[in-house]
Structure formats: C-alpha cells, structure tokens
C-alpha cells in the first residue's frame, strides 16, 4: 500500500483544516431518528473572555464520551451554547466604557444593551474558534445562548409559573450585596476566607445615669443604624438595663436596651447592638421587636446622612476615622484581634455587605424536599452527599439583580399595585429594572435548550439528558439548580448522570492564578503539542472527581505515545498490499491468535472503563496494549511472518485489522490523528461515524502459549542486559521442558526464537543436551540453559574486577585512617562516626565478595 505518512509525526500537518471539514460535512450534526438518542449539553461557558485549561478538561471529557457513543450508533447530540453571564459581563462592559471615559448612565439602557450585545457577538467568536481549536464535536446547528428569544420565553414561562404558585415571592430580606456591581448575590456567590480581623469593643452610655454598656463588634461603621441594645432575657448582669435608653457612641441618638434570647451571654459582654438593615440575625430581631429598619450606608458602601460628619465615606475608611473619633472621646474600652471568616464576591472579589433589600425570593422549603429524591446518579458517588447536604434545610433564593443586562423581571409596578406578566397591564405601569440571576436562567438549560416551554420534538427526544460533566465546585451553584427545576417544570432529572471532575492545578499543586503566574493558556499548548496531546494528557492523568496536576512533562510524554502510533500505523501502511482485507480466522498463526484474543480483551476492559467514566483507566489498557504488546511484540514478529508466503496475507490482514481498531478505540481521545490514520488506512471518509469495535475472537490457550515464548525472551533478554552482554552477539541455549505440547509449540515457532533470542545454536528439549557450563534460568514451564561462556568475557571480568578491587582498597584505607583518628572521634557528632564506621563495614564486605569473584577466574 502507498502511504502519504511523513516519517514523523506534525500534529500542525495533522489537524490542519481537519474540523472545518468535520462541520463542512455535518458529521457532527445530530437528527438521525433511525438511532437510539443520547444527549449531553454542554455547560455554557461565559461570554466573559477566553477559554481556560478548566474548560479544555471538561469539554474534552464530553467530547470524549459523545465521540464514542456516536461511534457505538447512537443518535449522538452535543448541544453547544453560552451563557450571558450577567454580573462577570456586565463588569467587562462597564470596564470597557470606564477605558473610553464613558459611564453606562450615559448610554442609558438601551445603548448600553447595544455594546454588551456586540461584545457577546466578539466573544462568541472567539470561543468558537478555542471549541474548533479543542476539537470538540458539538452540533453548531442547534448551538443556543441564554438571552436567545426561545430561552426568554422559558425563563418568562418558569417566573410567572412559579409566581403563581406561590414560589417566588417578592420581599424585604438581608442579602448579600456587592457594593461594587451595586446588585444582590445569591448565598452561593460569596466566597468565604478566615481571615484576622478586629473586635472593637465600643461604650454605649446610658441616657440617665453615668453608667454604661460594652458591646463587642467588627463592623463599628454601622452602629448609626442601630436600633437597640439586646441583652438574654436570663442575664442577670444587665436584667436592671432593659427598658433603658443609651446613647449610640459620640452621638445624642438614643437607642433602648432590650431582651431577646437569641443573644449568646458567652461572646462578648453579652450585650451586642441590634442593626436590623445590616445584619440577618438583626433583621429578624428587629420583626420581632417591631424595630425600624433604616440604612447608614449606600448601594456603593459610602456612609450616608445617618452617620453625621462622616457622611461620603467609603465603609472601610469610615470604620478608621469612627474609632479614632471615639478613641478621643474615651468611647472604646478595648480592641482585639479576632479571626473570622469574612465574605467577599466571587463576582468582583470585593468585600460583600449584608444589606436590607427589596429583592425577589425563590421560596425553597418544598422545592429542596423534592430534589432529594432525585434518581441522578452521581460519579464519584460521594458528591451525592454533598448536594443531599447542601439540599436540606437551604435558604430562599435571592434571584433579582440590579443589573441592565440579563433576563428582565416580568413584572410590573404601578403605586403599590404588582403585577406578573410579559406585556405591559397599561398606562402607567413601569417594569420592574432588575434582571434576574445568571443561575436562574442556566438552571433551565438542559430542557430551555430543546424548546422548553413548548413541546417540541427535539424536547420529546434528547430529553432527559443522558450524561452532565462539569466541575465539582458548581455543583450549588448549577447542578442542584437545574435538578430541581427540571423535576419542577418537567417531571423528570433533567440528566440519568452527572459526572464531576476536580481543578486543575499546578505541577505543585497549587490553585492557577494570575497573582502566582502560574496560568496555562491552552492555546499555546495546542500550538507546541497539538491538541490531541492536550485532550490525552488531560483526560488519562486524573481519577473522576479528582483535582488534575498540569505537567508540561506529561504532555510531552502524551505527544510522545501519539508519535508512536504514527510509527505503528507508518509500518504497517507501508508493509500492506493493495487486496481486500479480510482475517481467516480459520488459518491463524499462534501470534495472530494471540494478538486478536488480546485485542478481545482489551476492547471489553476499555469499555468497562469507558462506561464508568475511568478514562485513566481506559486509556492505561489502550495505551499497554498498543505500547507493549502491540508494538513491541506482533508487530516485531510480523516481520518474520510477512516473509513467509503462507503467512504473508493473514499477517497483513491481522495488521490492518488490530490497527483499524487501535484507531477506532483511541479515537474519542485523540481525533484528529486517529481520523487522519483512519482515511490514509481504509480510505474511507471518515473515523467519525466508523462502527466501535465489537468483540469476535478468543484462544485461551493461544495466549498462553505465546506468553510463554513472550517470557521466555524477556527473560534472555534481561540476563544479556545483567551481563551487560550486546543483543546482537549469539548465544548457545538450551530450552528444557517436560510438557510434550509446550515442545511443540516451540519447535513450531523455531525460526522465530531463533531470530529473537539471538542463539547461535537453540536446542528444545525434554532435557539439558549441552555440556559446557551453564547459567539456568528457571520460568513456569521451562527451564532455559546458556553457556555460560557466551555470557562472559573472562579477560573483560577480570579487568572490571580488579578496578573494582582497587577502589575499594582507598576506600577502607580512607576510612580506617578517619576511624583512628582521635581528633576526628573526640571532635566528629556521633551520628557522624556512626554513619562512617558503616561505610567501613560496608566496604569490607563489598571487598570480600569482589575477591572471591576475581578467585572463580585466577
């Protein structure tokens, strides 16, 4: 056969325009309704930026498994898709505008809308291009974005159906807010770090007499909304206080001391100040005690009127100048260092501040005791702890956000009237100008996708989702949310599994962040290696649920094993001719017996492994078989057989066959070399659609046989390595067994041992025919016999002997000498002498074998 292979392999060559044609020829494309459906949607990558080695993982890891289940005949559909990402976005915008001096106030909405549109539109692209680069074979025609009118029209239908059943209510509630997106977060949006902080113990003095309360707190800039001091009902240290006013510090506002037995009399002083517009617990305190609700600081965090003089300030600066007000005015018993854990945004990183807020809830009682009874199987199983933990006894939702880009709440305002719809109840009413969470939108994804709320035939066919991968850090935020509202809004889990990978790392372990910079831009990675030693490093180095270690040496060694398949395939490409290539499986020799039995097994292990999501594992049985069996041993003994005009055809039948399906099977992991091999060897179209490979043939005793002969060479192979004897020098050997079969599978197979044994003369036999003096190595079944002769150079033995002698004769007079010396033993730490009177000890006794060999050949 004629072979275009260059001698090695260019993985830029290789995938050269290869996706293009990929798409071009819609191999991608789902819509084959004769096929069993399999589904996986992709998890919406952000229009924020650029792709990341965390997204090359798991997209690689889809790819992988819709790759095969394409190849096993399934109507195989990866949903494409991005998501709008509403605050990460929103902030990009503004950033842009800020750059330009532009503010988005000055845009007003509309406009503003019009620039975020046209970075969505630059940004998609340029993750289409990274998808293309990856190799990933998503099906463009049915690819969605989370602001597309279709999936409007599901978050409209899941707001206003969840309203009216009492779902989602509007109301005042403590939030986590971002004083610098200015919007509400939802719980899970805030990133907690123990960090020192201080406890400032602020004087409240008491309105009638000289007296005074000590309350311990971290955020002293709120104390000018406070609207109590709160003490236990049973505290008998303060029981006269209560019903008594005191004066919040430095000012004349007057506040009353009351009682509450949420107070812990342990923390503290046992008194603590009562903030209902900035505290959650405050919060509920103040409904109990019908307490005012006022704010001293804005949306942005800067005081405002409340706080007198201090007015304008920004929170944290603020906090300094109070104590050092009230340090002057004797006003603060004492300050501590205290640790906490401290809140920031995982949007902007900044400091979150809880703050009363007029928000929209997602009521979550009923709804969390019915996500626990999904049937989704997790892998690893023992995250389906940790969303059954995080599932009991969860808060409401805080699902509105202050931002202009996203889904617009459908609802209406006019005087203190509401109303949820899409369309506008008349005159006079205004919508509502928040939008909702990123989340609420993405939650629908899997079935929002496919038509949702109507009830489209794709819906009816690629719904359930078969297989959810992403990343075990989302699990709150995007997985218990898209199985609750797909129980909610369709009956059903919206995916059978969900199959969670960890971060990736650095080669030290340490988390990737541009502070460390230690990032890997998978782009340059591609360009070095190429993308197929990008997919299999990434996919073969972590255990499902593990975190993965990124190592330029093990991309390397990726690239290295594909380099390898190229020769494979490059041998036997150019050692076929051209004839219709069938296997007689009647007329198999022994290594073509064994090499099919071991593909057998090989192909049931690996989709043992695939099924399970042990890709590690998968690729460990492909990459042995084709490494060390295939490769090292058929192939090598194929060039005996390809002489022999009997064997001649079979051999290339054999070759063509096991390379067809080493291809086949490696091919969801690296597709784009294994496609290029694929055409250059069967000249078909393409790997893409080509049948997985199927289980036909198995001889136990084949492969037996034939590990036998294996071990027997390894074995011969290993004593001319310890005898540091050339592969290439003949040896007289001897091969003895009394089992009457293993004879004559080795007479059979004579020429063949002859040739890897490397023997001037190879005698089988039921017992040792030579004479001369032997070296025995003893296996299972055989005994095998070498002269021993062949094996050593006498003259060479005794020269590296007697060196060996000689050094070691200065190392004991070294030693010895050290050891007599008083200055060194009154001087030396004792483990010192220790350690050098073993060495002594050591040298002796490495001289005394030395000698005795040298006498074997004076």
Same mark, same amino acid.
């Given at each position: 056969?004629?072979?275009?292979?260059?001698?090695?392999?260019?993985?830029?060559?290789?995938?050269?325009?290869?996706?293009? %044609?990929?798409?071009?020829?819609?191999?991608?494309?789902?819509?084959?309704?004769?096929?069993?459906?399999?589904?996986?949607?992709?998890?919406?990558?952000?229009?924020?930026?650029?792709?990341?080695?965390?997204?090359?993982?798991?997209?690689?890891?889809?790819?992988?498994?819709?790759?095969?289940?394409?190849?096993?005949?399934?109507?195989?559909? *990866?949903?494409?898709?991005?998501?709008?990402?509403?605050?990460?976005?929103?902030?990009?915008?503004?950033?842009?505008?800020?750059?330009?001096?532009?503010?988005?106030?000055?845009?007003?909405?509309?406009?503003?809308?019009?620039?975020?549109?046209?970075?969505?539109?630059?940004?998609?692209?340029?993750?289409?291009?990274?998808?293309?680069?990856?190799?990933?074979?998503?099906?463009?025609?049915?690819?969605?974005?989370?602001?597309?009118?279709?999936?409007?029209?599901? #978050?409209?239908? $899941?707001?206003?159906?969840?309203?009216?059943?009492?779902?989602?209510?509007?109301?005042?509630?403590?939030?986590?807010?971002?004083?610098?997106?200015?919007?509400?977060?939802?719980?899970?949006?805030?990133?907690?770090?123990?960090?020192?902080?201080?406890?400032?113990?602020?004087?409240?003095?008491?309105?009638?007499?000289?007296?005074?309360?000590?309350?311990?707190?971290?955020?002293?800039?709120?104390?000018?909304?406070?609207?109590?001091?709160?003490?236990?009902?049973?505290? !008998?240290?303060?029981?006269?206080?209560?019903?008594?006013?005191?004066?919040?510090?430095?000012? %004349?506002?007057?506040?009353? #001391?009351?009682?509450?037995?949420?107070?812990?009399?342990? *923390?503290?002083?046992?008194?603590?100040?009562?903030?209902?517009?900035?505290?959650?617990?405050?919060?509920?305190?103040?409904?109990?005690?019908?307490?005012?609700?006022?704010?001293?600081?804005?949306?942005?965090?800067?005081?405002?009127?409340?706080?007198?003089?201090?007015?304008?300030?920004?929170?944290?600066?603020?906090?300094?100048?109070?104590?050092?007000?009230?340090?002057?005015?004797?006003?603060?018993?004492?300050?501590?260092?205290?640790?906490?854990?401290?809140?920031?945004?995982?949007?902007?990183?900044?400091?979150?501040?809880?703050?009363?807020?007029?928000?929209?809830?997602?009521?979550?009682?009923?709804?969390?005791?019915?996500?626990?009874?999904?049937?989704?199987?997790?892998?690893?199983?023992?995250?389906?702890?940790?969303?059954? %933990?995080?599932?009991?006894?969860?808060?409401?939702?805080?699902?509105?956000?202050?931002?202009?880009?996203?889904?617009?709440?459908?609802?209406?305002?006019?005087?203190?009237?509401?109303?949820?719809?899409?369309?506008?109840?008349?005159?006079?009413?205004?919508?509502?100008?928040?939008?909702?969470?990123?989340?609420?939108?993405?939650?629908?994804?899997?079935?929002?996708? !496919?038509?949702?709320?109507?009830?489209?035939? +794709?819906?009816?066919?690629?719904?359930?989702?078969?297989?959810?991968?992403?990343?075990?850090?989302?699990?709150?935020?995007?997985?218990?949310?898209?199985?609750?509202?797909?129980?909610?809004?369709?009956?059903?889990?919206?995916?059978?599994?969900?199959?969670?990978?960890?971060?990736?790392?650095?080669?030290?372990?340490?988390?990737?962040?541009?502070?460390?910079?230690?990032?890997?831009? =998978?782009?340059?990675?591609?360009?070095?290696?190429?993308?197929?030693?990008?997919?299999?490093?990434?996919? &073969? %180095? @972590?255990? =499902?649920?593990?975190?993965?270690?990124?190592? &330029?040496?093990?991309?390397?060694?990726?690239?290295?094993?594909?380099?390898?398949?190229?020769?494979?395939?490059?041998?036997?490409?150019?050692?076929?001719?051209?004839?219709?290539?069938?296997?007689?499986?009647?007329?198999?020799?022994?290594?073509?017996?064994?090499?099919?039995?071991?593909?057998?097994?090989?192909?049931?292990?690996?989709?043992?492994?695939?099924?399970?999501?042990?890709?590690?594992?998968?690729?460990?049985? !492909?990459?042995?078989?084709?490494?060390?069996?295939?490769?090292?041993?058929?192939?090598?003994?194929?060039?005996?057989?390809?002489?022999?005009?009997?064997?001649?055809?079979?051999?290339? @039948?054999?070759?063509?066959?096991?390379?067809?399906?080493?291809?086949?099977?490696?091919? =969801?992991?690296?597709?784009?070399?294994?496609?290029?091999?694929?055409?250059?060897?069967?000249?078909?179209?393409?790997?893409?659609?080509?049948?997985?490979?199927?289980?036909?043939?198995?001889?136990?005793? +084949?492969?037996?046989?034939?590990?036998?002969?294996?071990? !027997?060479?390894?074995?011969?192979?290993?004593?001319?390595?310890?005898?540091?004897?050339? =592969?290439?020098?003949?040896?007289?050997?001897?091969?003895?067994?009394?089992?009457?079969?293993?004879?004559? $599978?080795?007479?059979?197979?004579?020429?063949?041992?002859?040739?890897?044994?490397?023997?001037?003369?190879?005698?089988?036999?039921?017992?040792?025919?030579?004479?001369?003096?032997?070296?025995?190595? $003893?296996?299972?079944?055989?005994?095998?016999?070498? $002269?021993?002769?062949?094996?050593?150079?006498?003259?060479?033995?005794?020269?590296?002997?007697?060196?060996?002698?000689?050094?070691?004769?200065?190392?004991?007079?070294?030693?010895?000498?050290?050891? @007599?010396?008083?200055?060194?033993?009154?001087?030396?730490?004792?483990?010192?002498?220790?350690?050098?009177?073993?060495?002594?000890?050591?040298?002796?006794?490495?001289?005394?074998?030395?000698?005795?060999?040298?006498?074997?050949?004076?």
């Amino acid at each position: 056969m004629k072979t275009n292979l260059e001698t090695k392999y260019d993985h830029l060559k290789v995938e050269e325009n290869r996706y293009d %044609n990929w798409v071009r020829k819609e191999y991608f494309n789902a819509n084959r309704r004769e096929l069993e459906p399999f589904t996986i949607v992709i998890p919406p990558p952000n229009v924020t930026g650029k792709l990341h080695l965390g997204h090359a993982w798991d997209n690689t890891l889809q790819d992988i498994i819709i790759r095969r289940k394409r190849m096993q005949g399934y109507d195989a559909l *990866f949903l494409p898709g991005m998501d709008h990402a509403g605050i990460a976005t929103q902030a990009r915008v503004d950033e842009k505008l800020r750059k330009q001096n532009i503010s988005r106030y000055d845009l007003g909405r509309e406009k503003f809308l019009e620039v975020a549109w046209q970075w969505k539109e630059e940004y998609s692209t340029h993750i289409r291009k990274q998808w293309k680069a990856l190799g990933i074979s998503v099906d463009y025609s049915k690819e969605r974005f989370t602001l597309d009118k279709g999936l409007n029209d599901a #978050v409209n239908h $899941v707001f206003i159906t969840m309203h009216e059943k009492g779902l989602i209510y509007r109301g005042n509630r403590i939030i986590h807010w971002d004083v610098n997106a200015k919007t509400a977060l939802s719980n899970i949006e805030v990133e907690y770090k123990d960090e020192l902080s201080k406890l400032y113990y602020l004087k409240y003095n008491l309105v009638d007499s000289n007296d005074h309360l000590v309350i311990a707190t971290t955020r002293p800039e709120t104390m000018f909304a406070d609207q109590a001091l709160m003490v236990h009902p049973f505290d !008998l240290r303060y029981r006269k206080y209560v019903g008594k006013e005191v004066f919040i510090p430095g000012t %004349n506002v007057k506040i009353k #001391v009351i009682s509450d037995d949420y107070v812990d009399m342990d *923390f503290g002083t046992g008194v603590v100040k009562v903030t209902p517009a900035h505290d959650a617990n405050d919060f509920e305190v103040g409904l109990r005690h019908n307490l005012a609700m006022p704010h001293c600081m804005d949306e942005s965090g800067h005081l405002n009127a409340m706080a007198f003089e201090f007015e304008g300030l920004e929170r944290f600066e603020a906090r300094k100048k109070v104590i050092e007000k009230l340090e002057k005015i004797g006003q603060v018993e004492k300050i501590e260092d205290y640790q906490t854990n401290i809140g920031y945004s995982e949007r902007t990183g900044v400091v979150v501040e809880p703050r009363l807020s007029l928000q929209w809830f997602v009521k979550m009682d009923e709804i969390a005791k019915d996500s626990l009874k999904t049937e989704t199987e997790f892998v690893p199983e023992r995250f389906k702890k940790i969303y059954n %933990n995080w599932m009991t006894d969860t808060q409401d939702w805080c699902i509105s956000r202050q931002l202009w880009w996203g889904h617009r709440i459908p609802a209406w305002y006019k005087d203190e009237k509401v109303k949820v719809q899409i369309e506008s109840p008349g005159e006079s009413w205004t919508q509502d100008e928040d939008v909702l969470d990123t989340w609420f939108s993405s939650a629908l994804w899997p079935f929002s996708t !496919l038509g949702f709320p109507e009830n489209t035939e +794709d819906l009816m066919r690629y719904y359930p989702t078969d297989v959810l991968v992403t990343g075990y850090d989302i699990i709150f935020f995007w997985v218990a949310r898209m199985i609750f509202q797909g129980r909610l809004f369709t009956n059903k889990d919206p995916f059978k599994k969900v199959l969670l990978h960890g971060l990736i790392r650095d080669k030290d372990g340490r988390k990737m962040s541009k502070s460390l910079n230690n990032g890997v831009d =998978p782009m340059d990675v591609i360009k070095e290696y190429g993308v197929d030693a990008l997919r299999y490093f990434l996919t &073969t %180095n @972590s255990s =499902p649920g593990q975190d993965l270690r990124y190592d &330029t040496e093990k991309v390397e060694s990726s690239w290295n094993f594909i380099n390898k398949l190229w020769n494979i395939s490059r041998f036997v490409m150019m050692n076929l001719d051209d004839f219709n290539f069938e296997v007689d499986f009647n007329n198999l020799s022994l290594f073509d017996s064994w090499i099919l039995s071991r593909l057998n097994d090989v192909i049931i292990e690996a989709d043992i492994h695939y099924e399970k999501f042990n890709f590690n594992e998968a690729s460990h049985v !492909l990459y042995n078989f084709i490494w060390n069996e295939f490769a090292a041993w058929y192939v090598e003994l194929s060039k005996i057989s390809l002489k022999d005009e009997k064997l001649n055809k079979n051999t290339q @039948s054999v070759l063509y066959y096991v390379l067809e399906s080493v291809l086949k099977l490696l091919h =969801p992991f690296i597709p784009f070399v294994t496609d290029m091999l694929y055409v250059e060897l069967t000249k078909e179209d393409s790997i893409i659609r080509a049948n997985w490979p199927v289980i036909n043939y198995k001889n136990e005793k +084949d492969i037996k046989d034939l590990n036998i002969i294996i071990d !027997l060479i390894t074995r011969v192979r290993n004593l001319r390595a310890e005898y540091k004897v050339l =592969p290439s020098k003949p040896l007289l050997i001897n091969i003895v067994t009394s089992d009457a079969n293993l004879i004559n $599978v080795l007479q059979k197979h004579h020429n063949y041992l002859t040739e890897f044994l490397k023997t001037s003369n190879l005698i089988i036999s039921k017992e040792l025919e030579t004479l001369d003096e032997t070296i025995v190595i $003893v296996a299972n079944e055989i005994s095998i016999y070498i $002269v021993k002769e062949d094996l050593i150079d006498k003259e060479e033995q005794i020269l590296l002997l007697t060196k060996q002698k000689e050094q070691l004769e200065k190392e004991i007079k070294r030693s010895k000498d050290m050891l @007599s010396n008083e200055r060194f033993l009154s001087k030396a730490p004792e483990a010192k002498i220790l350690e050098e009177k073993l060495k002594y000890e050591n040298y002796l006794s490495q001289y005394e074998k030395v000698m005795d060999e040298l006498k074997e050949y004076v």
